[in-house]
């Protein structure tokens, strides 16, 4: 019993508009069916009165809490005087001033019914206390959208370090494999080319100073000139210096001597090599075997690789 008696209130207003719009919905489509379609001028004439049926739902709804409704009611307000219209238009093209009239009537009785009926059932508050509910919805929107907003950047975050963290280990799979890849090419080409073992000990790579100062005919720091002081066993006081130095300036002498005669281009075969190696030495007082020369040979041949002479 307590349903129906708040349901009556509802009745009259709700069959009004299921009126209007079903008269709308006619009178929209006969008029736009001479333009187009029938399914299309219909279909029209539906999407118009569902807009307007939503409007005044969400003005029904927006009343009885007592929250604001301006723009349901700007819509509703909107759109009543339009559906007049198109139902008095609808009326008179068919030649029926009376059909005009009440198709016109039909739904502003519909809208007045329906906004007494809100007005009867809505929830009385003072304003006072609409005010407050309508702070308390704000705060709560706000709060809302905060914490929307720190999810979405917690997820950010998230994401971000997740490619961080991918990039990084990517990158570090790349290294290893361009590491391996690297290490896997220098023993090939070590299993390819490798050093000839050298015949007895060879003398040591020699620094551009020494070269210089061996072209240029002098002795390289650290190996005393003979005559110029030292002693005769140490050479590091006046005299002769010792067979030791002595030994070593002659290999360093011997070994850029084998770098200048094979720096040609083509290199020369080890025949011709040994002999002009033989020859520079005669003249220039240099002491050396077959064997040592050999191994020069051998040395300078794989420092300058299989394509030719080293720079």
Same mark, same amino acid.
């Given at each position: 019993?307590?349903?129906?008696?708040?349901?009556?209130?509802?009745?009259?207003?709700?069959?009004?508009?299921?009126?209007?719009?079903?008269?709308?919905?006619?009178?929209?489509? @006969?008029?736009?069916?001479?333009?187009?379609?029938?399914?299309?001028? %219909?279909?029209?004439?539906?999407?118009?009165?569902?807009?307007?049926?939503?409007?005044?739902?969400?003005?029904?709804?927006?009343?009885?809490?007592?929250?604001?409704?301006?723009? #349901?009611?700007?819509?509703?307000?909107?759109?009543?005087?339009?559906?007049?219209?198109?139902?008095?238009?609808?009326?008179?093209?068919?030649?029926?001033?009376?059909?005009?009239?009440?198709?016109?009537?039909? #739904?502003?009785?519909?809208?007045?019914?329906?906004?007494?009926?809100?007005?009867?059932?809505?929830?009385? =508050?003072?304003?006072?206390?609409?005010?407050? =509910?309508?702070?308390?919805?704000?705060?709560?929107?706000?709060?809302?959208?905060?914490?929307?907003?720190?999810?979405?950047?917690?997820?950010?975050?998230?994401?971000?370090?997740?490619? =961080?963290?991918?990039?990084?280990?990517?990158?570090?799979?790349?290294?290893?494999?361009?590491?391996?890849?690297? %290490?896997?090419?220098?023993?090939?080409? =070590?299993?390819?080319?490798?050093?000839?073992?050298?015949?007895?000990?060879?003398?040591?790579?020699?620094?551009?100073?020494?070269?210089?100062?061996?072209?240029?005919?002098?002795? #390289?720091?650290?190996?005393?000139?003979?005559?110029? @002081?030292?002693?005769?066993?140490?050479?590091?006081?006046?005299?002769?210096?010792?067979?030791?130095?002595?030994?070593?300036?002659?290999?360093?002498?011997?070994?850029?001597?084998?770098?200048?005669?094979?720096?040609?281009?083509?290199? #020369?075969?080890?025949?011709?090599?040994?002999?002009?190696?033989?020859?520079?030495?005669?003249?220039?007082?240099?002491?050396?075997?077959?064997?040592?020369?050999?191994?020069?040979?051998?040395?300078?041949?794989?420092?300058? @690789?299989? @394509?030719?002479?080293?720079?």
């Amino acid at each position: 019993m307590n349903r129906l008696k708040k349901a009556a209130p509802w009745v009259l207003p709700s069959v009004l508009t299921a009126i209007a719009v079903a008269w709308a919905v006619d009178a929209i489509g @006969g008029i736009l069916a001479d333009q187009a379609a029938p399914p299309f001028a %219909y279909s029209v004439a539906v999407l118009y009165d569902a807009v307007w049926l939503y409007a005044l739902a969400q003005e029904t709804a927006h009343r009885r809490q007592g929250s604001n409704a301006r723009l #349901p009611k700007a819509i509703g307000w909107v759109f009543l005087p339009l559906t007049v219209a198109v139902l008095a238009a609808r009326g008179l093209l068919a030649g029926d001033v009376l059909a005009a009239v009440v198709g016109a009537l039909i #739904p502003v009785l519909a809208k007045v019914t329906l906004v007494m009926a809100i007005d009867r059932d809505r929830t009385r =508050i003072s304003a006072r206390a609409q005010a407050a =509910i309508d702070r308390t919805r704000a705060a709560t929107r706000d709060r809302i959208a905060v914490s929307r907003a720190v999810a979405m950047a917690h997820a950010d975050e998230t994401k971000a370090a997740a490619d =961080i963290l991918k990039a990084t280990r990517e990158a570090e799979a790349e290294a290893v494999t361009v590491t391996h890849d690297a %290490y896997e090419r220098y023993a090939e080409v =070590i299993d390819r080319h490798p050093l000839p073992e050298p015949a007895g000990e060879l003398p040591g790579l020699i620094s551009d100073t020494e070269l210089n100062a061996l072209l240029a005919g002098g002795v #390289p720091e650290g190996v005393p000139a003979l005559g110029t @002081g030292g002693d005769a066993t140490s050479g590091t006081g006046g005299g002769t210096p010792s067979a030791q130095a002595a030994k070593a300036a002659n290999d360093q002498a011997v070994a850029l001597l084998a770098a200048q005669l094979y720096a040609t281009n083509p290199p #020369p075969s080890k025949r011709k090599f040994r002999e002009a190696m033989r020859a520079e030495m005669n003249a220039r007082q240099l002491t050396g075997s077959w064997e040592t020369i050999d191994a020069l040979y051998d040395r300078e041949k794989a420092l300058a @690789g299989p @394509g030719g002479s080293q720079p």
